[in-house]
C-alpha cells in the first residue's frame, strides 16, 4: 500500500472518542499520530478556549485549514484526529479526502452528553442548555461528516481498542467501504428556524413528536426507497443560503425545505432556491392557509415546483416522493 495513502482522519463530534482512538490506531498501524488541536495550540502557544476568546472562531477555522494542508503536503503517513467543525469547510473535506482516508465516528446526542457533563474546555457548550446544543450542532454537523466519509463506525457502544482494530483492519485491506445511503438518488431536506424545537414550540400546532423523530422517519424513508436523504438545520438565514447554494455543487438531486418564519418574508432564500435548477419542494407541518394572516403568504413557494402543507410530519415524506417521481 502507499504509505501516502495510510494516512487516516478521524472525524465526528466532540466525545466520540477521537483522540482515545486515534492513540490505538497509531500503535496498530505503527504510524504517528497528530491532533489538529493540539498541534494548533502548541504552534500558537494558546489553549482553543484562548484562540476563540481572543481570535474569534473564524480565526481558529483558518488554522485547522492550514494543519490540514499541511499534513497532506507530509511524506509520511500518520493517524489524525480532527476537531469537531473541522469538516464543516468544504475545503477541509476535500484536503482530508485528498490526503487519505476518512473516518466518521458517529454517537447519539445522550452519550456525548453522558460523556462531557461539566466539561468547561469546550467553548460551543458553555451554554445555558447545554443538550439544546448539541442535539443542534450534532444536526448542523452530522450531515457534513457523513458526506465526507469513507467509512461510518458508531461509537456509541464500542470501545476504543475495538472501533481502531475494526478501522486497521479497513485500512490495511485497502477497503474501507462507504457509508449507506452514498447509493440512488441524493435528496436534501432543509429545515428553518425552530423546527429543531418541534416537540418543544407549540404542540397544539407542531404535535409532540420531536425532531430526532422526524430524523429517524426520513432515514427510513431514505432506506426504503434507495436514496440518500440528508438533513440539514439551522435557525440562520445566511446559513440556509450557503447550504442551497452548495447543493448545485454537490451532487444533489433534489430539495425538500421547510423554511418556517423565512417562509413569509425571506426574498433572498427565495433567490437562492431560484438560482439551483434542481426540483424543489416547499414543506410546512401545519395548514399555513388556516393560521395567522402572514402565514398565508409564501415567498419562497413561487421559487419550487410544488408546495405541501396541513400533513404533519408525513408531509416530508410525500415531500421525497414528489422528486422522487419528478426524477424517475
Given at each position: 500500500?502507499?504509505?501516502?495513502?495510510?494516512?487516516?482522519?478521524?472525524?465526528?463530534?466532540?466525545?466520540?472518542?477521537?483522540?482515545?482512538?486515534?492513540?490505538?490506531?497509531?500503535?496498530?498501524?505503527?504510524?504517528?499520530?497528530?491532533?489538529?488541536?493540539?498541534?494548533?495550540e502548541r504552534e500558537h502557544k494558546k489553549s482553543i478556549s484562548e484562540i476563540f476568546a481572543q481570535d474569534g472562531e473564524a480565526a481558529f477555522r483558518r488554522l485547522e485549514t492550514q494543519v490540514l494542508s499541511e499534513i497532506g503536503g507530509e511524506k509520511t503517513g500518520q493517524v489524525v484526529s480532527t476537531g469537531g467543525g473541522l469538516p464543516m469547510r468544504p475545503e477541509n473535506r476535500r484536503l482530508m479526502k485528498k490526503a487519505g482516508t476518512v473516518v466518521f465516528l458517529r454517537v447519539r446526542p445522550e452519550t456525548v452528553y453522558?460523556?462531557?457533563?461539566?466539561?468547561?474546555?469546550?467553548?460551543?457548550?458553555?451554554?445555558?442548555?447545554?443538550?439544546?446544543?448539541?442535539?443542534?450542532?450534532?444536526?448542523?454537523?452530522?450531515?457534513?461528516?457523513?458526506?465526507?466519509?469513507?467509512?461510518?463506525?458508531?461509537?456509541?457502544?464500542?470501545?476504543?481498542?475495538?472501533?481502531?482494530?475494526?478501522i486497521a483492519v479497513r485500512v490495511l485491506s485497502g477497503t474501507p467501504g462507504r457509508k449507506e445511503g452514498k447509493r440512488g438518488m441524493k435528496i436534501l431536506v432543509i429545515n428553518g428556524p425552530n423546527l429543531n424545537f418541534l416537540g418543544i414550540r407549540e404542540k397544539a400546532v407542531y404535535g409532540t413528536r420531536d425532531y430526532e423523530y422526524l430524523l429517524s422517519m426520513l432515514k427510513k424513508k431514505g432506506e426504503e426507497a434507495g436514496c440518500q436523504i440528508e438533513v440539514f438545520q439551522s435557525?440562520?438565514?445566511?446559513?440556509?443560503?450557503?447550504?442551497?447554494q452548495e447543493a448545485y455543487f454537490d451532487g444533489t438531486d433534489g430539495i425538500v425545505i421547510n423554511p418556517g418564519a423565512y417562509t413569509h418574508y425571506s426574498y433572498a432564500i427565495h433567490d437562492a432556491l431560484a438560482s439551483v435548477q434542481l426540483p424543489k419542494v416547499e414543506i410546512h407541518i401545519s395548514d399555513i392557509t388556516a393560521r395567522e394572516e402572514f402565514r398565508k403568504?409564501?415567498?419562497?413557494?413561487?421559487?419550487?415546483?410544488?408546495?405541501i402543507y396541513g400533513h404533519g410530519l408525513e408531509g416530508y415524506l410525500e415531500a421525497v416522493d414528489a422528486i422522487l417521481q419528478k426524477k424517475s
Open positions: 500500500m502507499d504509505e501516502r495513502r495510510t494516512t487516516v482522519f478521524l472525524t465526528g463530534f466532540m466525545g466520540c472518542g477521537k483522540s482515545t482512538v486515534g492513540g490505538c490506531l497509531s500503535r496498530l498501524l505503527s504510524l504517528p499520530f497528530t491532533d489538529t488541536d493540539a498541534r494548533i453522558a460523556r462531557l457533563r461539566g466539561d468547561t474546555t469546550r467553548p460551543l457548550l458553555q451554554k445555558e442548555d447545554p443538550e439544546a446544543e448539541i442535539l443542534r450542532l450534532l444536526s448542523e454537523r452530522n450531515p457534513r461528516y457523513e458526506e465526507a466519509a469513507d467509512l461510518i463506525l458508531d461509537a456509541d457502544e464500542k470501545t476504543p481498542r475495538e472501533l481502531a482494530e475494526e435557525n440562520h438565514e445566511g446559513a440556509i443560503i450557503d447550504r442551497i403568504v409564501s415567498v419562497t413557494a413561487p421559487a419550487c415546483d410544488r408546495q
